[in-house]
């Protein structure tokens, strides 16, 4: 059964850093894609980043490029979302998903094209 953890989430200031991480268990993990998504309240949830398996194509939402990087791990099945720079809009549920197919690459800012999610981590950035 594949498991998805998040951590790392927490309250930063405006301009301020964190760094999320996502463990994975489960499944060969450098075999699939991982997305971060993330959930304001009242909004849908939304696309934030894509990672490929090996992790050499990677992919940004226009609202966090130039400011979010993400990677992985896969000697540790972990994948990581470095947010810099962050905004109050910024705040949300963020969770972590792996697309269902190995060696996937498409449509990976669709949350309906993901097969397993991870709990969410709550980060919130005052003004």
């Known amino acids: 059964q594949v498991q998805l953890v998040e951590s790392g989430g927490g309250l930063v200031q405006a301009g301020g850093s964190l760094r999320l991480s996502c463990a994975a268990s489960?499944?060969?993990?450098?075999?699939?894609?991982m997305g971060w998504f993330r959930q304001a309240p009242g909004k849908e949830r939304e696309f934030v980043a894509a990672?490929?398996?090996?992790?050499?194509?990677?992919y940004y939402a226009d609202s966090v490029k130039g400011r979010f990087t993400i990677s992985r791990d896969n000697a540790k099945n972990t994948v990581y979302l470095q947010m810099n720079s962050l905004k109050p809009e910024d705040t949300a549920v963020y969770y972590c998903?792996?697309?269902?197919?190995?060696?996937?690459?498409?449509?990976?800012?669709?949350?309906?094209?993901?097969?397993?999610w991870g709990q969410g981590t709550q980060v919130t950035v005052s003004s």
């Open positions: 998903a792996t697309q269902p197919i190995a060696a996937r690459w498409v449509v990976v800012n669709t949350a309906s094209e993901y097969d397993y």
């Open positions: 990672i490929s398996g090996r992790g050499g194509t990677t």
């Open positions: 489960g499944r060969a993990f450098s075999s699939y894609a």
